[in-house]
Each structure stands twice: as C-alpha cells, then as structure tokens.
C-alpha cells in the first residue's frame, strides 16, 4: 500500500532544506531525504516534534545547533518565508501559532517526496548561471540578465545581513560562567551539572554609516549599491544612508520600508542629483558639519561607494576624511574600479584619500559586495 502525504508539505520540506543551506547549514540531497523521513517518523502534530528532528537531522557542529532556532522561525513563522500552500490545504496546516490537528499527522514519505528531491537537482543547473552573474561586473550585464542578477542580489545580500546579525547575538551570549545559575540549574536535574549558565557580555553593536555615489561615473553602479544599504537597513536598526553627487541626501528613513520597490520608487521622485557631478569632500564636509557629532564615534563603521572621481578640491576631501578617522572605528572604501586588473588609484581625489583609509576594495560585481561581510564582522 503506497504511503499518503498532505498535499505540499513534502515540497515545504525540501524548501526549508535549501533554505537552510542559503543560510550557513551543510545541507544537501541526502540530508533532504533524512528530514523527510524524520518528519514521518514523528508527524507533525506537534509543532515541536517537527523541530526537533528537522535539527537533529540538519545540525552537525554547535555553530548550527545555534544558528537553527533563528533559521527555523526565519522560514515558518513569517509569510514570505516558505511557499504557501494551495489553498483548500490552508485549513490543514498552521505556519504559526498552535499545533497541528491530530488527524492531519500523516506519513509525509511518498510519490510526490523523490519529485521533490528531485528538484534540488534542477537548481543546481542554475547554480552556474547564478555563478555568473555573482561575478558579471555591473557595467557589463545584458537587459535579459540584470531582472535575474537583481532578483539573486536581493536574497544573497538579505542572508549576508542575517547572518552578521545572528553573530552578533551569538556574540553576546556568552560572557563568563555563572557559577551560582549553573549549580542552581544543575540542582533542579539532580546535580548533574549538564549545561553551563553564563553572564551575558554586554555588546555594544556598531554603528553604520554608508555614503554612495550617485554621480554620472557611478551610474551602472548606484542601484545596486542602494540594494546593498537597503539590505544592511533591513536587519540592523542602526544604519545611516546618505547619497551624494554634488549635494548631500539622507535616505535613511526611505530606505525603512517593507519593500525596495517602495524605496526605489521613492527615491526616483526626489531631487537627489542622480548622474550629476562629483564632489566628494564638500559633501564630506557638510555631512561632517551637519551629521558628525551625531553620526561619528568610535564604535562607528564608515563605507564610502565611488570611484573616486572627484571634481571638487582634493585637499578638502583629505582634510574631512583625516576628521572623519580620527573619530570612527573603521573607513571602507568601496571602489568598482578597482575590479579593472590595470587600475591604478591615481586620480587626485583617490590619492588624497588613500592615506585615511582602512579598507580599500572592489565593488564592481555582486561577489565583491557579498565579501564585504568579512570586513564588517572583523570590525
């Protein structure tokens, strides 16, 4: 007698896996086809159940063993985070909230489950066109490939900031051992000190501070390194954005919305000198002037996104950006010329800038921007 499924749950299963492995977990087919068969051990009548093993499947270090509670609540409690069910399933199921009916516990093993694996096969033949485009320059892409390259870049750059959030909580929650919680715990399980009770470190997270571009060079560039801001605003409440070509513009607050079409389409109807010119250090100055002793401190990252041309005066750039240093943690600079192999930072405005930065790299493809996270988590 062949095994029966709940319509769509097998397939919600698979895509929890790759959502899983998008998000840090050594998850592949074999592992998809030990959660299937896990959830159809247990069933799914109990919320918990269905967690549990789904962990003890897919969790082999204690970095993951951390790192799944969020994964897990990520994709099954919030809407967009899991593809909905059709809906005469709805009434069988529950994403959040309360347990499962007793009678809809069935067997989640069966004919559809292999068609299911089977489709973690088709999404590596687009693995290579996704490899691609993470390392097509901006300036380059084709109209057929930029829709796809902004579809990837938003996600990739969502689980980038994800995952330096989730570091910095699992930064903070360990301090030192709490002796006295731990024998008192350890009383409750008979004396057995299992597990270890600590003090929780006090963490202060750092400040961002992003000034992009969007002068008339920058043009292949700017709407993607607006996704960037907007992907980094999404998951840390402590974001300042600022756009310049020869004028300063604050978006911070615009780029607060649920959506970035929202924010884009709020920005298309603002005056904020989209490929206009290119002075740099007066817009450092006025940001300096008008924003620093409010925006400036020492747990403060500042990242820059030009190419450095600058039409205005080098020596004012050097003199804010020497202020800027002595006041902030780190100074990134990201260039997208620096992806060309026979760039040289020799313009006036790059070379008055060198001396002040910390950071110097590339940003001319989405690969450059997702390698970011290792500056911002070493910060």
């Not at 899991?82 to 909230?97: E, F, V």
Request: net charge positive; aromatic share 8%; hydrophobic share 40%.
């Amino acid at each position: 007698m062949a095994l029966q499924t709940l319509p769509g749950l097998d397939q919600r299963i698979v895509e929890f896996c790759r959502y899983a492995r998008e998000n840090g977990l050594s998850v592949g087919v074999k592992e998809s086809l030990e959660s299937l068969r896990a959830v159809q051990a247990v069933g799914i009548a109990e919320r918990q159940n269905l967690k549990f093993a789904l962990r003890a499947v897919l969790c082999s270090s204690k970095d993951d063993w951390e790192a799944f509670d969020e994964i897990f609540a990520a994709f099954w409690e919030k809407p967009r985070g899991a593809p909905q069910l059709p809906q005469h399933d709805r009434s069988m199921i529950k994403i959040t909230g309360d347990p499962l009916p007793q009678n809809s516990a069935m067997p989640l093993i069966g004919q559809s489950s292999s068609a299911a694996v089977e489709g973690e096969g088709k999404s590596v033949l687009g693995a290579t066109v996704n490899e691609r485009l993470k390392k097509a320059d901006f300036s380059e892409l084709s109209s057929a490939d930029l829709a796809e390259l902004e579809r990837i870049s938003l996600r990739l750059l969502q689980q980038m900031s994800l995952r330096l959030s989730r570091r910095v909580k699992n930064v903070a929650r360990y301090g030192k051992v709490d002796l006295r919680r731990t024998i008192r715990r350890g009383i409750s399980r008979g004396g057995d000190l299992i597990d270890l009770e600590f003090r929780n470190r006090k963490l202060q997270q750092l400040k961002l501070v992003i000034l992009l571009d969007v002068s008339g060079s920058m043009n292949p560039y700017s709407i993607f390194f607006v996704r960037f801001a907007f992907a980094l605003q999404k998951y840390f409440k402590r974001v300042d954005t600022f756009l310049f070509s020869t004028q300063l513009t604050e978006i911070t607050s615009t780029l607060r919305t649920r959506q970035l079409r929202e924010a884009l389409q709020s920005l298309a109807e603002r005056a904020v000198g989209w490929s206009g010119g290119t002075k740099i250090g007066e817009s450092l100055r006025d940001l300096n002037l008008h924003h620093g002793r409010r925006l400036f401190s020492r747990d403060t990252v500042f990242m820059i996104l030009s190419d450095g041309w600058d039409t205005g005066d080098p020596e004012m750039l050097a003199t804010q950006l020497s202020n800027i240093r002595r006041r902030v943690r780190k100074l990134i600079w990201l260039n997208p010329l620096l992806g060309m192999t026979d760039y040289q930072p020799v313009t006036r405005g790059m070379s008055a800038a060198l001396p002040y930065i910390d950071v110097f790299v590339p940003a001319h493809n989405l690969e450059s921007l997702l390698n970011l996270e290792t500056q911002l988590r070493h910060a």
